[in-house]
């Protein structure tokens, strides 16, 4: 490796988790953290309603003696099997707010924070504080790691359990020499294969990762530690998941910055993979075209912002699978008339419009693309039946931090995720108006009380 294996990385972010403090967070960090939180709790309210949290909750959800609500059973747990149903649920959807550069931090750290602040009374601000640093915490591994190879790694798989630790410890209150501990013991538990993006497995990364932070966090408040140098030591994290062009300096060089406020995070339109959203952006840009006709369509050409094989799914085999198919999202972004959950079910995905499109949508590779989130785009090319060719090049989804949504439809995607789930829409306002403020509650129970009702419905 090219660094220095004596950089104090682990105990310097031990050190910075400990020493948190939510005076000293400026109101920018604050605002966009419950934006992210309450774009988590919708992704929650309505994936905890998909097939694979279900099978979750029915294996693992038996422990009814736990203090801990569970969204979609009235069945509650412990914290840990908690934060690992939850987090299986708010990453159902691929729908939760993504990281610059890609990480799924909602999913992997929200779940924990919620586990244990039910579980010891927590103050929504301390919840508020701990999501901040652990999204810090992880953003800052994943952006040293951004040119870096994952070697097949998922990267909530990665870094998630390094924020949901970070979190966690915030939420206990552990010291550094704790923490230092615990960021040991959560780097044991760090994996999660990119190969099952599209199967029921993917959303148990995230959810891995909110259970491991919860254990993690727990045994070091009683005694238990890891390698207090896991990150940066020859055989440890660094070394294991990344390869040369890892920036290990880079971790501690940019915690004086909030990586939630700057670079900040996109928040999603559409219910699928990162990337999908420029093409599916691009395809809905297209239909407003006048010349554009569905039935006309000969060839459909992507140029997607990231060229994968594995992005690459001419015949996926459900909509789940199409959630990571570029030929899927042109094709339900050209043929349907909005984007949404049920998009990516059976139905649609086996439908007459979708399954004639498939065959006819190929993929370029165009090199000239940026590879940052920040600055990639796509462009998608219709030829009609005439001859006639259509372009749309879409630069920023509405979601970008540079396209920013704005309040109502923020509001209105989390509303349609709560209803989703299966609340009332007074009920879903409610529930909004509530995670606005949510920093001056004395209690998570108003919250709380409202998504437990989706598991009495």
Known sequence: MPYDHDLPVTRGLAAYIAEADFKTLPPEAVEAAKVAILDGLGCLAAGSREPAPGIARAALGDDPSGPCTVIG?????????????????????????????????????LPGVLALSERYAVAPERAVLAFVVGWQIQQRVRTAARDSSFRGFHPPGVVG????????????????????????????????LFA?????????????????????????????????????????????????????????????????????????????????????????????????????????????????TTLSRPKPVSGLDGKFSYEYAAAVGLSQEEVVIATFDGDTAFSEPVQRLLP????????????????????????????????????????????PMSRAQRHDKVRDCLVTGGLAAEEAASLIEQVERLETLPSWTPVLDLLARIGRQ
Request: net charge negative; with cysteine.
């Open 73 to 109: 059973t009235a069945v509650p747990a412990s914290p840990a099997t908690a934060a690992l149903l939850n987090g299986i649920s708010l990453h159902a959807l691929d729908f939760e707010v993504q990281g610059m550069p890609p990480a799924h931090g909602t999913s992997s750290i």
């Open 161 to 192: 359990p390094l924020g949901a630790v970070a979190a966690c410890s915030v939420i206990l209150g552990l010291s550094a020499d704790q923490v230092a501990g615990a960021i040991g013991l959560a780097a044991s538990r760090t994996g999660g």
């Open 196 to 308: 099952n993006n599209g199967s029921m497995a993917k959303p148990t990364h995230p959810g891995n990762a909110a259970r491991s932070g919860v254990e993690s966090a727990l045994l070091a408040a009683r005694g238990m530690s890891g390698n207090p140098r896991i990150l940066e030591m020859p055989g440890g994290h660094f070394e294991t998941f990344f390869d040369e062009r890892f920036r290990p300096t880079e971790v501690l060089d940019g915690l004086e910055d909030y990586a939630i406020v700057r670079p900040g995070f996109t928040i999603k339109r559409y219910p699928a993979e990162i990337y999908m959203q420029w093409v599916i952006e691009a395809c809905r840009q297209m239909r407003d075209n006048p010349k554009f006709s569905l039935d006309a369509v000969a060839e459909v050409i992507v140029e997607p912002p990231v060229y994968r």
């Open 360 to 403: 006819r949508v190929r993929l370029v590779h165009n090199r000239e693309i940026p590879q940052t989130l920040d600055a990639m785009w796509t462009r998608v090319t219709v030829k009609l039946a005439d001859g006639t060719e259509l372009i749309e090049r879409c630069d920023r989804f509405p979601g970008c931090p540079e396209r």
